[in-house]
């Protein structure tokens, strides 16, 4: 049924977005509330699928039918994440593999695809601690405070390998030629 109604929202039909937000808007809500961990209200969780739907339909051109639930689900997980980002409410502990790969952002574009496929590469050749330290502060937008709280790393430990970690970062990156 979701084939359908994206080829039809695909090519124009208002009427088949309409209904896709009827069939769709229950599920997409659970995908927001586990994306948040249960963080965000019902008013927040209702804006974000209304703009997922949106975002859906703006991009309509674009659709391919059979990645159409996949499209909706990335879009909600990272509006969700972005969200509790701008509330500083988003990963108490240490980073979840799920967490890490939200770092990346892989639309169909295949630019983006190369550049995220690079990211990855060159943050997985860091040391764990590094990476966590990164990922933290740039994806993440945590203050070194709480960075050194919850690696158990001091401040000035935290900020030396941050400013080590993305001088590695960035000589992989320009070895790979994507810098």
Known sequence: MMNELAE???N?????LYELIRQYEP???A???NASGGKLGA???EEIAADSFIALWMNRGKIIPDKCKAYLCRVAKNKAISLLRKQNRYSSGPLTEEE???LIYISDSTEWEEAAAALKKALDQLEETDREILVRRFYYYQPIKDISEKT?????TVKSRLYRGLKK????????GFV
Do not use: C, F, M, P
């Not at 124009?12 to 088949?16: L, R, W």
């Not at 158990?152 to 000035?156: A, H, I, K, P």
């Open 43 to 45: 008013h927040d969780t």
């Open 152 to 156: 158990g790393l001091n401040e000035s």
């Open 8 to 10: 039809k929202i695909k």
């Open 12 to 16: 124009g039909d208002e009427q088949a």
């Open 27 to 29: 599920w997409l809500s």
């Open 100 to 102: 890490a790969a939200e």
């Open 31 to 33: 995908v927001i509330y």
């Open 169 to 176: 970062l960035r000589k992989i990156l320009e070895e790979d």
